[in-house]
């Protein structure tokens, strides 16, 4: 078996790194930069050295050849990705490992692929994860969403390494929308520690998130029970609680008022955007989505939007 990873950010570089003690795996980019000489991926993962087992190409030809490919580029530079390599990914195992709605279209990483690559095997990859800690080698468990079981089964079989452990579901619905949606609740949650209303604050927004996202999951036709496990509370927990996370990151500089890298890739922005669109038209109640995306498109500020947050109507929990 040969693996490739399509994207050399951090997080495909870690999954890279960590397939690579089960077979040989091809890592593409579409700029080397200095990794193939210098075996590791400065920009975006620096101090983790290449197996030798792991080699690097920017030729998707090559890439292309791997019995399995996984996904790793920002969600809104997916279709482009597949668009732009259909005929070379016909009839491929197709893995997306990236978290976030589509925002032109309101659609998720698996239905993007059937609709780009209709022959491909699609699944996607997500759950609660470091780059860092995957690159270290450190125990961190995802789940595989694949609607066909007995390929979910045999990827999760050739997938999983000595530190990660995949767990196995047919709901694809509910695994995109558990590992998107958390990332708009992590933006909240950063920007109610930026400002300083505290960890109880936080507290109350994990919890309502996540019964927006629950809210919406139900409505797009998502299993109830997905989003309690590793995509959706287990993902929450870990974006919405460490500074390590990106979309965290961008949250607390929304509270501080203070600059953020507009070169960093937070799938949360386009998501809450994206999904907020989706919730209006369907009529759902999503109101920390409508904050955050009101924020992100400057048409709220901080303080507007969490008193908006804390004068909302008494009702039962």
């Known amino acids: 078996m040969t693996v490739a990873v399509l994207g050399a950010g951090a997080f495909g570089t870690a999954l890279a790194i960590s397939l690579a003690q089960n077979c040989p795996v091809t890592l593409w980019a579409r700029d080397l930069g200095d990794m193939a000489r210098s075996r590791e991926n400065a920009k975006r993962l620096p101090g983790f050295g290449f197996p030798d087992t792991l080699s690097v190409t920017a030729d998707m030809s090559i890439a292309s050849r791997a019995d399995i490919l996984l996904l790793s580029v920002p969600m809104q530079k997916l279709r482009a990705l597949l668009q732009d390599n259909a005929l070379l990914l016909a009839d491929k195992r197709l893995v997306a490992c990236c978290k976030g709605i589509e925002l032109s279209t309101g659609l998720g990483p698996v239905t993007v692929i059937q609709e780009c690559v209709p022959s491909a095997t699609a699944a996607v990859l997500t759950g609660p994860s470091f780059a860092a800690d995957i690159a270290r080698g450190l125990p961190t468990a995802l789940t595989l969403a694949c609607k066909n079981d007995a390929a979910g089964e045999k990827l999760q079989q050739l997938l999983t390494t000595p530190n990660l452990r995949l767990y196995r579901t047919t709901d694809t619905i509910g695994a995109e929308l558990g590992g998107a949606l958390k990332n708009v609740i992590a933006i909240a949650c950063g920007t109610a520690m930026g400002a300083g209303l505290g960890e109880s604050a936080r507290a109350a927004l994990m919890t309502r998130g996540y019964a927006e996202m629950q809210r919406l ?92 947050l804390l004068t909302r109507p008494l009702k039962e929990e």
């Open 217 to 308: 999951a139900a409505h797009l036709g998502a299993k109830p029970g997905t989003l309690s496990g590793l995509s959706g509370f287990g993902d929450l927990t870990l974006t919405c609680t460490s500074t390590q996370s990106r979309n965290y990151q961008l949250g607390l500089s929304l509270g501080k008022e203070t600059a953020f890298d507009p070169d960093t890739t937070v799938e949360g922005a386009a998501t809450a955007i994206a999904v907020q669109d989706v919730a209006q038209r369907a009529g759902l109640d999503m109101p920390i989505t409508a904050a955050v995306a009101g924020l992100l498109e400057k048409r709220l500020d901080v303080q507007t939007a969490m008193n908006a």
